[in-house]
């Protein structure tokens, strides 16, 4: 968690207690260590946020702080409306909380005319195909992709035939009907897709694939430009 997030969690959690809340406490509810909160309380509080409290006695937000309301324009709070519910759909699970958190951030500091049309914006996304993911947590590909690691998996194809790969984690493909995993086989010796709900027995590799400033994103994103063209 980038150390900004963490300050916000730290104010949020504050203003949301019903009184002092220890250093421990806000440790375990922001899973970090009590230290680490000493330190993020005495930066907010060099920064005049009005926290209270010493340790080992706890601490409260002097109420009546607040955050500066954030100004979206009409189409920016549409533009969120539905992209979480884009995300919703996407049968990934701490997408959809990160999401879920992300809304409630915005909605916290937005005026309450803002708040209020957020909460009920008149959009409708549909669930679509996507099958459930069982068998492999798509954030550990995701955090693969990130760190380029080599993933070992076991997949099954559509004519239930089972193989074992070696593959470099490139992207995944959110489709309407599918959760793709784009990614380098070193089986094969070039581009394939895996569908998520086909993968079983996943590993993150401590191997790590060579960086390539982006060309097998790139050579990935031509080839499936390409495929969509084709009838």
């Known amino acids: 968690m980038r150390r900004a997030d963490r300050l916000f969690d730290v104010i949020q959690a504050l203003r949301s207690a019903k009184g002092p809340i220890t250093a421990a406490a806000l440790a375990d509810q922001l899973e970090v260590t009590v230290r680490t909160v000493y330190r993020d309380v005495a930066t907010l509080q060099a920064r005049r946020v009005p926290i209270e409290g010493a340790a080992g006695i706890g601490y409260v937000l002097r109420r009546g702080f607040d955050l500066p309301p954030l100004m979206f324009t009409t189409e920016e709070v549409d533009a969120i409306a539905v992209g979480v519910r884009l995300v919703r759909r996407l049968r990934d699970p701490s997408l959809q909380d990160a999401a ?19 909460d009920a914006a008149p959009f409708y996304v549909a669930e679509g195909r ?20 080599k993933i070992r998996l076991e997949y099954v194809d559509e004519q239930d035939r089972r193989t074992r790969r070696t593959i470099w984690p490139i992207a995944l493909a959110y489709y309407v009907n599918a959760t793709l995993v784009a990614a380098w086989c070193e089986t094969r010796v070039d581009y394939r897709h895996f569908r998520a709900d086909r993968i079983e027995n996943l590993t ?18 031509a080839l499936e430009k390409e495929w969509r063209r084709e009838p």
Not at 108 to 115: H, K, S
Not at 133 to 149: C, F, H, K, P, Q
Not at 204 to 221: F, N, R
């Open 204 to 221: 993150i590799l401590e191997e790590h694939y060579p960086p390539d400033g982006g060309k097998l994103m790139a050579g990935w994103l």
């Open 130 to 149: 996507t099958p459930v993911s069982n068998g492999v947590d798509l954030s550990e590909i995701r955090s693969a992709i990130r760190d380029t690691r």
């Open 100 to 118: 879920a958190s992300v809304l409630a951030k915005i909605a916290v500091v937005l005026p309450d005319q803002a708040r209020a049309y957020l």
